[in-house]
Nanobody
Framework: QVQLVESGGGSVQAGGSLRLSCATS????????MAWFRQAPGKEREFVAA????????LLADSVKGRFTISRDNAKNTVYRQVNSLKPEDTAVYYC????????????????WGQGTQVTVSS
């Protein structure tokens, strides 16, 4: 079992930045690919970013390329997401997720999920 706890969400103005963190506990963190998804009110959960277990490969959704980055520190069992140039359409609950093996953009393939952290961007 893997427990995930997100933090770092909040309210910012458009153009601002946030750094989200996802702390994990339980199994060996470095065995898992990690990802961030988001879900806006009335919309389906969508993929944002993923990172391979060793941090060597990352995958970003086209909508966030150039603005979001994902990284991990296996020594701290934590994955991070730096978000810059935030837009009102980035407003959503952001979830951290984990899966064994390689990363994926499909939410159904992730086994473990955090409780989510709210990000609100005002214009």
């Amino acid at each position: 079992q893997v427990q995930l706890v997100e933090s770092g969400g909040g309210s910012v103005q458009a153009g601002g930045s946030l750094r989200l963190s996802c702390a994990t506990s339980g199994r060996t963190f470095s065995d898992y690919a990690m990802a961030w998804f988001r879900q806006a009110p009335g919309k389906e959960r969508e993929f944002v970013a993923a990172i391979y277990w060793n941090g060597g490969n990352t995958l970003l959704a086209d909508s966030v390329k150039g603005r979001f980055t994902i990284s991990r520190d296996n020594a701290k069992n934590t994955v991070y997401r730096q978000v810059n140039s935030l837009k009102p359409e980035d407003t959503a609950v952001y979830y951290c997720a984990a899966r064994l093996g390689g990363y994926s953009s499909r939410s159904s393939t992730y086994y473990y999920w955090g409780q989510g952290t709210q990000v609100t961007v005002s214009s």
